[in-house]
């Protein structure tokens, strides 16, 4: 398969480092020189559902597609308002679609998981122009009285259209079952039947931990997909990796090697958007020109579970 349309869509409401440090125990230079954020947009007066359909309907028209000749809606989406029905299904008429769809929750890793899943679909015969879209509201699952998690996060979406083609060359996923290093819990309705049941509490994380197992794993699963590529770190000209903190991408490079011009970034000013990190950085690469025909991209994210994946592309157009 290859990528034919991006879209992206942000808040309109952008709050910097500063503004945060107003009403918390927190300042500028603290998540500066740890993250490498310096602002975030968030939701506000526009809801995630606006967002989602404004990144897909950009992506679709970039394809050059009518919303009728796509017949697949891949979302990927950790938590909105809606437990059910799922983002997809709200979405789906607002984007103009009549395609079938489906959810999908990798956490921040949902971006390259889904691109999994439509390369699978498309080789099976299931469907040739898929729509993934990333659309995630992380800030409304931090306690915002607390500096721990707040600071990290941006809101955000990002799509992609995906059409038969030979860019698609790897993909490996990684799953290590470890509830405790970050985690949302929410509530769920008391019943008779039971004596304890679970109140719900914003975004818990062990930041250091989850630190280093993302390094490692994201490391790993890059050098795995090079390996059995025949490639080395020389031979791609960009590495996409998630948006979660600056010294983490500068931690995986440490390992894998290349240059930091070949590792964009955008998380100085969107924080971390979960999954949509990697198609919004995406959109803007593709509409900046800086991406072209035969480039060697590999893309890599990590996020709750443990959960990481990365993927190789040759690009084209
Ligand atoms: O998409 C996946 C989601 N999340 C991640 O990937 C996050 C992974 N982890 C990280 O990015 C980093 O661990 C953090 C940015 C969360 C924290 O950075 P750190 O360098 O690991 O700092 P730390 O947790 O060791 O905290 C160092 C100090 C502590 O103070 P003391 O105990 O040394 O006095 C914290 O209380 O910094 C304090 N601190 C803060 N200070 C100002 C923690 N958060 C803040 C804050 N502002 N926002």
């Known amino acids: ?12 409401l952008t709050v910097t480092n500063e503004d945060l440090a107003g009403f918390l125990d927190t300042s500028d230079e603290w998540i500066t020189t740890r993250t490498g954020i310096q602002a975030r947009h968030l939701l506000s007066t526009e809801d995630l559902y606006d967002l989602a359909v404004d990144a897909a309907v950009k992506a679709i028209k970039a394809s050059g597609l009518r919303p009728e000749q796509i017949d697949f809606l891949l979302v990927s989406n950790v938590a909105n308002r809606h437990v059910t029905p799922g983002l997809s299904c709200i979405v ?30 498309m080789k099976a015969g299931h469907a040739k122009n898929i729509l993934i879209l990333c659309a995630e509201e992380p800030t409304k699952y931090c306690n915002w009285k607390e500096r721990d998690c707040s600071v990290l996060f941006g809101d955000g979406a990002g799509a992609v259209v995906l059409t038969e083609g030979n860019a698609f060359k790897d993909v490996k996923l990684t799953m290590i079952s470890d509830r405790d290093v970050l985690y949302y819990e929410r509530g769920m309705e008391p019943t008779p039947f039971e004596e304890k049941y679970i109140v719900g509490q914003p975004l818990v994380m062990k930041g250091k931990e989850l630190f280093r197992t993302a390094v490692t794993e994201s490391a790993k699963d890059i050098n795995t997909v090079l390996k059995r590529n025949g490639l080395q770190h020389d031979d791609i000209d960009w590495f996409m990796l998630h948006q979660a903190n600056k010294r983490i991408i500068e931690g995986i490079r440490n390992i894998v090697g290349g240059s930091c011009l070949k590792y964009p970034t955008i998380i100085e000013k969107y924080g ?36 990481s994946a990365a993927c190789l592309w040759d690009w084209e157009f």
């Open 92 to 121: 789906q008429k607002r984007i103009g679609l009549s395609c079938a769809g489906l959810d999908i929750n990798v956490a921040c890793a949902g971006f390259v998981n889904a691109l999994m899943l439509a390369d699978g679909m």
């Open 272 to 307: 971390n958007t979960s999954s949509a990190s990697i198609p919004i950085m995406l959109d803007e690469m593709i509409a900046d020109n800086k991406i072209k025909t035969g480039d060697k991209i590999v893309m890599s994210a990590f996020g709750a579970g443990f959960v």
């Open 1 to 12: 398969m290859k990528i034919i349309g991006t879209g992206s869509a942000l808040p309109t």
